[in-house]
Every structure is written in C-alpha cells, then in structure tokens.
C-alpha cells in the first residue's frame, strides 16, 4: 500500500536509509500519456505527508521533449486531486467530516510553504541537507525529475487568527481613550495617523526601525516562527509581510 510506502520513508529519517529502488515500491501511479506518469506515495498517512514524482523512463523517443516539461505545479495539481479522491471516498464510506479549508489547491499549498523539493540521491543516502521549500514562485518551475522528488504537507497546519488581525496596525488596548495616544511602560507615545486600527484590530504595540525592534501583541495559537508546513501563517511572515508593504508605500528601501 502507499501508506507503508510512506512510513518506510518517515521511518528513515531516524534508522538506516532506505535503498533508491525501494523508494517506489507501491506508489499510487497516474499516467498522463506521452510517457509521463506521476508516482504518489502516502496519501492515506496519518501524518498527511506525501511523497511525489515524476516516474524516469527508461526509453523515451529523443524527438519529444514532453516529458521533460511537466512543471513542479501540474505534479502538486496530480498529488491533489489524487488526495480529493481520497477524501471524498473517506467522507461517504467513514462519514469522516472535513473542514472545508483543510485540503487547500496546489497553489495554495505553495503559498503556505507545505510544498518541498529534496534531492532522492541524498535522501536515499539520509541525508536532508538538500530539501528546499518551495513557494508559489515555483508553480511553473521544471525540475531534474531524474533524482528530484517533491515533499508534500497536503494537510498542513492551519492558523487563521493570523486574519482576524491587522499586521500594520496598532493595538487598540494600548490607545489612550480612543486618541493618538498610546501608553507603554508608562511613557506617552505618538501613534501615527496611518497606524490606528481600523476594521480589524491591529498588533503593534511599539515600533522602533532607528534600533530595528517592535513589540507586538500576537494573536493566541499563533506560531513565532514557520512551521514545517507553513511558511506564511506565523508573526514573523506576516510582520514582515505588512513591513514590506508599507516601506513599498512609502518608497522606502528595504
């Protein structure tokens, strides 16, 4: 089955790797004609990490190039709906109930992150030093698909309180009475016009770019740093995501 595939895999980070020739064995296989088949393993693992390829052929005609051209997107874009398949059978055989946001599209997994490249020589050697994440700049990239495989989180950590707030703003619990006023550590402080919240509630608590720190009220379950799944979803990428934006806005250099 392609979970046991998937568990040889995850097991081998911590025991003997495991040989090139067994990486394979079992793998869900997807034909899209002209030679080119995408091989899958581990969409029924617990841990919802899934291996992808595209399957090296042996004898291929010289005078088509296509195979060569399946880009790094249409292989997640396979993984899937592979994966729906195998969701929606879950849902009416088990009566599994899903979260509708838990299985985003391929290009959503790259922009959350969830998506790696790792070199299958090195791996197969154990080591990982060679993975690289990959983000939706990528979509359209076209690997070395003779000994690259893709990594794939298709259920990744999700943390929405990251939207419920503004990133640019400031806290409206450090305002004082509702002016441009703030309090922090007991010292006035001047809130900018363009800083105070609006819709959503905002983060900032205290900002100095002259020594290069800020103080900032996160929301609760959010993670400070990226996760092995998401990379977009935590304070550092969504400060510095609003950073950016602003120093745009304002034409200033990054």
Not at 46 to 58: G, L, Q, S, T, W
Not at 115 to 141: F, P, Q
Not at 217 to 231: C, D, E, Q, V, Y
Request: overall charge negative; proline content about 5%.
């Amino acid at each position: 089955m392609a979970i046991a595939a998937s568990r040889r895999r995850l097991k081998s980070i911590d025991s003997t790797p495991p040989k090139r020739t067994d990486l394979w064995k079992e793998a869900l296989e997807k034909d899209l004609g002209n030679n080119v088949v995408i091989q899958i393993c581990g969409l029924g693992s617990d841990n919802h990490i899934v291996f992808a390829r595209m399957k090296p052929v042996e004898h291929v005609n010289p005078v088509s190039d296509e195979k060569m051209a399946v880009t790094l997107g249409k292989v997640i874009e396979v993984l899937v709906d592979e994966g729906h398949r195998s969701i929606a059978k879950s849902i009416l055989e088990q009566h599994v109930h899903i979260q509708p946001d838990s299985y985003p599209s391929a290009l959503e997994l790259l922009h959350l992150g969830s998506v790696w490249i790792l070199n299958e020589t090195a791996y197969a050697s154990g080591s990982s030093a060679h993975a690289k994440r990959l983000s939706a700049k990528d979509v359209n990239e076209i690997p070395s698909w003779e000994d690259m495989t893709l990594r794939v989180h298709y259920v990744p950590d999700r943390f929405h309180s990251v939207h419920e707030v503004d990133w640019g703003k400031y806290c409206r619990g450090m305002l004082l009475d509702g002016s441009v006023s703030g309090d922090v550590g007991g010292k006035k402080v001047v809130v900018p016009m363009m800083g105070l919240p609006d819709k959503r509630d905002g983060v900032l608590v205290y900002e100095n770019e002259d020594l290069g720190f800020a103080i900032l009220n996160k929301p609760g379950n959010a993670p400070i740093f990226a996760t092995t799944s998401n990379h977009a979803e935590d304070v550092v990428s969504m400060y510095t995501s609003a950073l950016k934006e602003r120093r745009e806005s304002n034409n200033v250099p990054h």
